[in-house]
Protein backbone atom coordinates (compact mmCIF):
# COMPACT_ATOMS: atom_id res chain seq x y z
CA UNK A 1 0.00 0.00 0.00
CA UNK A 2 0.97 3.62 -0.69
CA UNK A 3 2.01 5.90 2.22
CA UNK A 4 1.89 9.69 3.17
CA UNK A 5 4.35 10.69 5.43
CA UNK A 6 4.39 14.42 6.86
CA UNK A 7 6.71 15.02 8.23
CA UNK A 8 6.05 18.24 10.15
CA UNK A 9 3.26 17.81 13.15
CA UNK A 10 2.75 21.79 13.57
CA UNK A 11 4.18 24.77 11.56
CA UNK A 12 3.95 28.76 12.27
CA UNK A 13 3.96 31.17 9.91
CA UNK A 14 4.04 34.80 10.40
CA UNK A 15 0.79 36.85 8.80
CA UNK A 16 1.94 38.15 5.08
CA UNK A 17 4.90 35.43 4.81
CA UNK A 18 5.55 32.87 2.70
CA UNK A 19 5.56 28.84 4.42
CA UNK A 20 6.10 25.38 3.07
CA UNK A 21 4.96 22.62 4.50
CA UNK A 22 6.57 18.70 3.46
CA UNK A 23 5.08 15.90 1.69
CA UNK A 24 6.67 12.77 1.03
CA UNK A 25 5.00 9.75 -0.26
CA UNK A 26 6.13 6.00 -1.00
CA UNK A 27 4.86 3.99 -4.71
CA UNK A 28 5.48 2.15 -6.88
CA UNK A 29 3.14 3.67 -9.43
CA UNK A 30 3.85 5.71 -12.59
CA UNK A 31 0.44 7.51 -12.67
CA UNK A 32 -1.04 9.09 -10.09
CA UNK A 33 -2.75 11.82 -8.53
CA UNK A 34 -2.07 14.51 -5.23
CA UNK A 35 -3.55 16.67 -3.52
CA UNK A 36 -3.74 18.73 -0.69
CA UNK A 37 -6.58 19.06 1.51
CA UNK A 38 -7.26 22.19 4.23
CA UNK A 39 -9.31 21.58 7.49
CA UNK A 40 -9.85 24.81 9.58
CA UNK A 41 -11.25 24.97 12.58
CA UNK A 42 -14.66 23.96 10.89
CA UNK A 43 -13.59 20.15 10.26
CA UNK A 44 -14.77 21.09 6.73
CA UNK A 45 -12.46 19.03 4.13
CA UNK A 46 -11.36 22.34 1.46
CA UNK A 47 -9.32 20.86 -2.03
CA UNK A 48 -6.64 23.48 -1.35
CA UNK A 49 -4.69 22.55 -4.66
CA UNK A 50 -4.09 18.81 -6.77
CA UNK A 51 -1.09 17.60 -9.56
CA UNK A 52 -1.15 15.04 -11.83
CA UNK A 53 1.90 12.73 -11.24
CA UNK A 54 2.82 12.99 -15.07
CA UNK A 55 2.69 16.91 -15.58
CA UNK A 56 6.18 18.14 -14.52
CA UNK A 57 4.56 21.79 -14.52
CA UNK A 58 3.98 22.49 -10.45
CA UNK A 59 0.18 23.24 -9.82
CA UNK A 60 -0.56 26.66 -8.64
CA UNK A 61 -3.44 28.20 -6.73
CA UNK A 62 -3.28 31.88 -6.62
CA UNK A 63 -1.51 32.25 -3.79
CA UNK A 64 -0.82 28.26 -3.43
CA UNK A 65 1.66 26.10 -5.11
CA UNK A 66 3.61 22.86 -4.66
CA UNK A 67 6.99 21.94 -5.74
CA UNK A 68 6.34 18.54 -7.23
CA UNK A 69 9.40 16.06 -7.12
CA UNK A 70 8.78 13.12 -8.56
CA UNK A 71 11.58 11.39 -8.87
CA UNK A 72 12.44 12.11 -4.91
CA UNK A 73 8.33 11.49 -4.35
CA UNK A 74 8.07 14.97 -2.87
CA UNK A 75 5.00 17.07 -3.18
CA UNK A 76 5.46 19.99 -0.87
CA UNK A 77 2.82 22.63 -0.62
CA UNK A 78 4.09 26.64 -0.81
CA UNK A 79 1.70 29.03 0.81
CA UNK A 80 2.46 32.69 -0.27
CA UNK A 81 1.87 35.98 1.62
CA UNK A 82 0.05 34.02 4.64
CA UNK A 83 -3.72 34.86 6.17
CA UNK A 84 -5.18 34.65 9.29
CA UNK A 85 -7.44 32.28 7.30
CA UNK A 86 -5.00 30.10 6.30
CA UNK A 87 -4.54 28.66 9.64
CA UNK A 88 -5.82 24.73 9.73
CA UNK A 89 -4.90 21.40 9.31
CA UNK A 90 -3.43 20.61 5.97
CA UNK A 91 -3.67 17.48 4.83
CA UNK A 92 -1.74 15.84 2.20
CA UNK A 93 -3.11 12.70 -0.23
CA UNK A 94 -2.42 10.35 -2.67
CA UNK A 95 -4.50 8.65 -5.00
CA UNK A 96 -3.72 5.99 -7.60
CA UNK A 97 -5.84 6.49 -11.03
CA UNK A 98 -9.33 4.45 -10.85
CA UNK A 99 -12.32 4.86 -8.87
CA UNK A 100 -12.22 2.99 -5.51
CA UNK A 101 -11.79 5.09 -2.48
CA UNK A 102 -9.34 3.02 -0.86
CA UNK A 103 -6.89 4.22 -3.29
CA UNK A 104 -6.84 7.47 -1.57
CA UNK A 105 -4.52 8.22 0.75
CA UNK A 106 -4.17 11.03 3.93
CA UNK A 107 -0.57 12.48 5.52
CA UNK A 108 -1.26 12.44 9.02
CA UNK A 109 -1.26 16.06 8.53
CA UNK A 110 0.33 19.33 9.58
CA UNK A 111 -0.88 21.68 11.70
CA UNK A 112 -0.30 25.62 10.51
CA UNK A 113 -0.36 28.28 13.12
CA UNK A 114 -0.36 31.54 11.25
CA UNK A 115 0.71 34.85 13.42
CA UNK A 116 -0.47 38.17 13.15
CA UNK B 1 -22.19 24.98 -7.04
CA UNK B 2 -23.75 22.16 -5.21
CA UNK B 3 -21.63 20.04 -2.79
CA UNK B 4 -22.01 16.75 -0.86
CA UNK B 5 -24.51 17.50 1.79
CA UNK B 6 -24.49 15.08 4.82
CA UNK B 7 -27.00 14.59 7.56
CA UNK B 8 -27.61 14.90 9.95
CA UNK B 9 -24.57 17.50 11.21
CA UNK B 10 -25.12 16.58 14.90
CA UNK B 11 -25.59 13.63 16.12
CA UNK B 12 -25.76 12.49 20.19
CA UNK B 13 -26.52 8.41 20.92
CA UNK B 14 -26.07 6.24 24.03
CA UNK B 15 -23.49 3.11 23.72
CA UNK B 16 -25.35 0.34 22.58
CA UNK B 17 -27.54 2.58 20.55
CA UNK B 18 -27.65 2.11 16.50
CA UNK B 19 -27.14 6.03 13.93
CA UNK B 20 -27.66 6.38 10.35
CA UNK B 21 -26.19 8.67 8.58
CA UNK B 22 -27.19 10.06 5.80
CA UNK B 23 -25.05 11.64 2.49
CA UNK B 24 -26.11 13.17 -1.06
CA UNK B 25 -23.59 13.25 -3.41
CA UNK B 26 -22.85 16.83 -5.62
CA UNK B 27 -25.26 15.46 -8.60
CA UNK B 28 -23.89 13.70 -11.20
CA UNK B 29 -21.28 11.71 -8.84
CA UNK B 30 -21.94 8.41 -8.88
CA UNK B 31 -19.05 7.64 -6.61
CA UNK B 32 -19.41 7.76 -2.80
CA UNK B 33 -17.06 7.49 0.00
CA UNK B 34 -16.88 7.34 3.74
CA UNK B 35 -14.26 8.60 6.36
CA UNK B 36 -13.90 8.48 9.49
CA UNK B 37 -11.94 11.23 11.45
CA UNK B 38 -11.12 10.38 15.12
CA UNK B 39 -9.80 13.44 17.24
CA UNK B 40 -6.53 14.29 16.23
CA UNK B 41 -6.29 11.83 13.38
CA UNK B 42 -6.59 12.19 9.99
CA UNK B 43 -9.50 10.45 7.91
CA UNK B 44 -9.58 6.67 7.93
CA UNK B 45 -11.45 5.32 5.04
CA UNK B 46 -14.36 2.92 5.68
CA UNK B 47 -15.99 2.26 2.56
CA UNK B 48 -17.29 3.04 -0.97
CA UNK B 49 -19.58 2.17 -3.58
CA UNK B 50 -19.55 3.12 -7.23
CA UNK B 51 -22.44 2.74 -9.54
CA UNK B 52 -24.70 1.31 -6.33
CA UNK B 53 -22.10 -1.00 -5.77
CA UNK B 54 -19.83 -1.55 -2.62
CA UNK B 55 -16.18 -1.20 -4.85
CA UNK B 56 -13.99 -0.93 -1.86
CA UNK B 57 -13.64 -2.02 1.37
CA UNK B 58 -11.40 0.03 4.30
CA UNK B 59 -11.46 -0.21 7.95
CA UNK B 60 -15.48 -0.55 9.04
CA UNK B 61 -16.30 -2.46 11.67
CA UNK B 62 -18.53 -5.34 11.45
CA UNK B 63 -21.13 -3.30 12.95
CA UNK B 64 -21.04 -0.94 10.76
CA UNK B 65 -23.16 -0.85 7.44
CA UNK B 66 -23.74 0.93 4.15
CA UNK B 67 -25.31 1.05 1.10
CA UNK B 68 -25.89 3.38 -2.13
CA UNK B 69 -29.32 4.08 -3.50
CA UNK B 70 -30.40 3.87 -6.70
CA UNK B 71 -30.69 8.12 -6.39
CA UNK B 72 -27.01 7.41 -5.13
CA UNK B 73 -27.54 9.23 -2.07
CA UNK B 74 -25.63 7.05 0.74
CA UNK B 75 -26.18 5.63 4.22
CA UNK B 76 -23.90 4.42 6.74
CA UNK B 77 -25.49 2.43 9.62
CA UNK B 78 -23.80 2.21 12.44
CA UNK B 79 -25.53 -0.59 15.29
CA UNK B 80 -24.07 -1.16 19.11
CA UNK B 81 -22.33 2.09 19.23
CA UNK B 82 -19.46 1.96 21.38
CA UNK B 83 -17.76 5.42 23.12
CA UNK B 84 -14.81 4.65 20.51
CA UNK B 85 -16.94 5.58 17.47
CA UNK B 86 -17.63 8.88 18.83
CA UNK B 87 -16.19 10.65 15.44
CA UNK B 88 -16.60 12.88 12.63
CA UNK B 89 -17.84 10.70 9.48
CA UNK B 90 -16.58 12.21 6.59
CA UNK B 91 -18.85 11.12 3.09
CA UNK B 92 -17.12 12.04 0.19
CA UNK B 93 -18.46 11.93 -3.85
CA UNK B 94 -16.61 11.65 -7.41
CA UNK B 95 -17.70 12.11 -10.78
CA UNK B 96 -18.58 9.30 -13.61
CA UNK B 97 -14.97 10.37 -15.75
CA UNK B 98 -11.94 8.42 -14.25
CA UNK B 99 -10.01 9.31 -17.09
CA UNK B 100 -9.95 13.15 -16.20
CA UNK B 101 -8.25 14.56 -13.45
CA UNK B 102 -11.65 15.79 -11.86
CA UNK B 103 -12.97 12.15 -12.21
CA UNK B 104 -10.22 10.83 -9.68
CA UNK B 105 -10.91 14.28 -6.93
CA UNK B 106 -12.99 13.96 -4.38
CA UNK B 107 -15.42 16.57 -2.52
CA UNK B 108 -16.36 15.88 1.01
CA UNK B 109 -19.10 16.78 2.86
CA UNK B 110 -18.89 19.04 6.10
CA UNK B 111 -18.80 16.58 7.90
CA UNK B 112 -21.06 14.26 10.79
CA UNK B 113 -20.36 14.50 14.14
CA UNK B 114 -21.02 11.60 16.31
CA UNK B 115 -20.75 11.60 19.90
CA UNK B 116 -21.60 8.48 22.06
CA UNK B 117 -22.11 9.12 25.40
Known amino acids: AQTVTQSQPEMSVQEAETVTLSCTYD???????LFWYKQPPSRQMILVIRQEAYKQQNATENRFSVNFQKAAKSFSLKISDSQLGDAAMYFC?????????????FGTGTSLTVIP | AAGVIQSPRHLIKEKRETATLKCYPI?????VYWYQQGPGQDPQFLISFYEKMQSDKGSIPDRFSAQQFSDYHSELNMSSLELGDSALYFC????????????????FGEGSWLTVV
Open chain 1, 93 to 105: AYRSPGNTGNQFY
Open chain 2, 92 to 107: ASSPRDILTFSGNTIY
Open chain 2, 27 to 31: PRHDT
Open chain 1, 27 to 33: TSESDYY
